[in-house]
């Protein structure tokens, strides 16, 4: 959002006042240089039984945070049903999965049928594409109408950038306001991204994203089958605090989805100010979100980059630098 330079000049002069006063009593001696880290880490969780049963019945006091192996203070608990949703949904559309397309957008129709005529009025989705090239179909909306048109038109090609599509979708994430979602269909194939698999994680980290692939296997049977981008699937996404769907081709589909939407709608939002954490030289820093009885198993991003000993973080969820972006669909 820009702002009119005028309304900015009487908040710049407030700021001069306020750092000529600092100045000032600096001089005298009597204000004391305290170094305060102000950045909020949020991070979305769902907790289930050991059964895999949802549990979306706790309290602030129910969790513990650890950054870097140190208990935070948790300032900001809320259920996630309060808040607004941006979902990014994007379709594998190479030519490795050209022939199972169609299942696949009947089932996400489905998805958005739930997601948005039974969800929240402010709740938006966008779709993306990609093959060799990332492609925005929709801008994000809630209208389910739009978004169901433009699944229904996309069509396989060939190529696969499946990393760059992570890294490029999660700029356009990093923009959104509440949570922020990737579910992803694909087989997991990888051919032709610019940016690695590390690149995307640190990606989607810094969008304070989480991401859900549905992997649709091509051979179910494990002999000569590539399982590289299954394994990549399950890694972002236990990263991110998601987790991974290995669905056949039938009801099974559908069923994922479904349980996308299930965890969605049970999710935690937990948020902390760093205080006392060690730095080393990496600004990569460790979270472990428990529950406190440790009977019930949470998921939930494994880490945030914030400071280190050589660099103050300007937020928690401050952008990458890069000078690649989506395609937007004409």
Do not use: C
């Not at 009119?4 to 001696?29: C, D, H, K, N, T």
């Not at 039984?49 to 706790?58: A, D, F, K, Q, W």
């Not at 259920?79 to 949904?89: G, I, Y």
């Not at 209208?143 to 060939?158: E, V």
């Amino acid at each position: 959002m820009f702002r009119s330079p005028a309304r900015l000049v009487p908040f710049a002069a407030l700021l001069l006042i306020a750092a000529a006063a600092a100045w000032m009593f600096a001089q005298e001696g009597s204000l004391p240089v305290i170094r305060v880290n102000v950045n909020l880490v949020r991070i979305l969780a769902t907790v289930k039984t050991v059964h895999g049963e949802l549990i979306s019945t706790l309290g602030k006091d129910d969790f513990e945070v650890f950054d870097n192996g140190v208990k935070q203070e948790i300032a900001h608990f809320e259920r996630q049903t309060d808040q607004p949703l941006s979902v990014a949904l994007m379709v594998d559309v190479s030519g490795s999965t050209a022939k199972d397309l169609g299942v696949e957008i009947e089932s996400g129709v489905k998805f958005l049928h739930a997601l948005l005529l039974e969800g929240r009025p402010d709740d938006r989705v966008a779709l993306y594409s990609f093959d060799d090239s990332v492609k925005e179909e929709q801008s994000f909306t809630h209208n389910f109408n739009l978004l169901t048109t433009a699944l229904r038109r996309i069509h396989g090609t060939a190529g696969t950038s499946l990393f760059d599509a992570i890294y490029l979708v999660s700029h356009e994430l990093e923009r959104r306001q509440g949570r922020k979602v990737m579910v992803i269909v694909s087989d997991g194939g990888e051919t032709t991204s610019k940016w690695t698999s590390h690149d995307a994680l640190k990606a989607v980290q810094l969008a304070d994203a989480v991401i859900y692939p549905v992997v649709v296997i091509p051979i179910m049977s494990d002999a000569g089958r590539n399982t590289g981008g299954e394994n990549f699937f399950k890694w972002i996404a236990g990263g991110t605090g998601g987790r991974a769907f290995f669905p056949q081709l039938n009801g099974e589909l559908d069923r994922s989805f479904s349980q996308i939407i299930d965890d969605l709608r049970t999710e935690y939002s937990i948020g902390f100010y760093p205080h006392d954490v060690p730095l080393t030289k990496d600004p990569w820093h460790k979270l472990d979100v428990r529950e406190k009885s440790g009977k019930l198993q949470v998921s939930a991003r494994n880490g945030y980059y914030g400071e280190s000993e050589t660099y103050s973080a300007g937020s928690a969820g401050s952008s990458v630098d890069g000078d690649v972006r989506t395609k937007k669909k004409r």
